[in-house]
């Protein structure tokens, strides 16, 4: 039977319509109020695997550590920086300072300073690279 308010919907379609029509409204305006800069996260990710190159690079010239174990490395500390990057908020930066030190730390200790600098380098780019594209695609 047709309602006279809402035509020839029924009150339960009417509220479907409606909810999707809003959920779509919001997805519209995320998408223009996305990024202030709409290509940096492009840029950045270019830049990242640009600098990641460089590393495992100058890694295995000049600091000679074998390749295969230099790869692993570099992904390892890269999925290490993607998984730990919420924890990256204002409130608890320091812990982050606290990892890279720490690494930092072990490489003194077991004489490669210069590769684990490099790891934290990494490290740092893939904590800043997660926070942008956070800030960015909100």
Do not use: D
Not at 7 to 31: D, P
């Amino acid at each position: 039977m047709a309602n006279k308010k809402y035509g020839n919907k029924s009150i339960m379609e009417h509220k479907e319509a409606t909810k999707k029509e809003i959920a779509v409204e919001k997805v519209e305006q995320r998408m223009q109020t996305r990024s202030y800069f709409p290509y940096i996260n492009v840029w950045l990710q270019v830049f990242y695997i640009i600098a990641l190159f460089a590393i495992i690079i100058v890694s295995y010239r000049y600091l000679e550590v074998p390749i295969v174990p230099l790869c692993t490395m570099v992904v390892l500390e890269a999925v290490l920086g993607a998984l730990l990057c919420r924890i990256a908020a204002i409130r608890f930066w320091w812990i982050q300072l606290i990892i890279i030190g720490i690494q930092i730390v072990l490489g003194v200790v077991f004489n490669r300073t210069g590769f684990m600098i490099l790891m934290s380098l990494v490290y740092a780019f893939t904590l800043v690279i997660m926070w942008v594209r956070r800030r960015t695609l909100k």
